[in-house]
């Protein structure tokens, strides 16, 4: 599967992640990322920041909405989306978020502990009905395990 809009992204979080579920009880996490770039004009630095709207569904948005805190430092790998809706004013607005399909923690100047969740704990949390129930097959590694 070619992926042509991919991004890769590190930053930090301006704020704890917002987790909001679906009517169909499926996980949605929002967040926002500050992206730094410090650079020197004529022997003085410069400092540009970039912010970007992060979106990330299902056992993901759950998991960074449990891990993640303002101010943490994170990599985000996602796809540019860029979408429309009106405002409260009537005027409509158009918003590029990136969709994650993978982050974690930025282990440049931190340490970070990983706790290993099991498929079916992770879709009796997210509302997949758990009661044996198997969970849908992931997209990119069908049913072979992460690890």
């Known amino acids: ?15 704890d992640p917002e987790l909001r579920y679906t009517t169909g009880g499926r996980g949605v996490a929002s967040f926002g990322l500050a992206v ?4 020197q004009v004529n022997g003085e630095w410069q400092e540009q920041v970039s912010f970007f709207n992060i979106v990330a569904w299902a056992d993901l948005g759950e998991n960074a909405a449990a891990s993640l805190n303002k101010g943490n430092r994170i990599i985000v790998t996602g796809r540019l989306e860029q979408r429309s809706y009106d405002d409260r004013e009537g005027n409509k607005r158009n ?5 994650a399909d993978d982050l974690g923690p930025s282990l440049r100047w931190a340490q970070a502990q990983v706790e290993r969740i099991t498929r079916d704990s992770a879709a009796s949390h997210s509302g997949g009905g758990g009661g044996g129930a198997k969970p849908p097959a992931d997209q990119v590694y069908g049913d072979e395990e992460p690890f």
Do not use: H
Request: charge should be positive; proline fraction near 0%.
């Open 1 to 15: 599967m070619a992926q042509d809009n991919t991004v890769t992204l590190v930053g930090n979080l301006t704020k």
């Open 95 to 99: 918003i590029t978020e990136v969709i």
């Open 36 to 39: 730094n770039r410090r650079y």
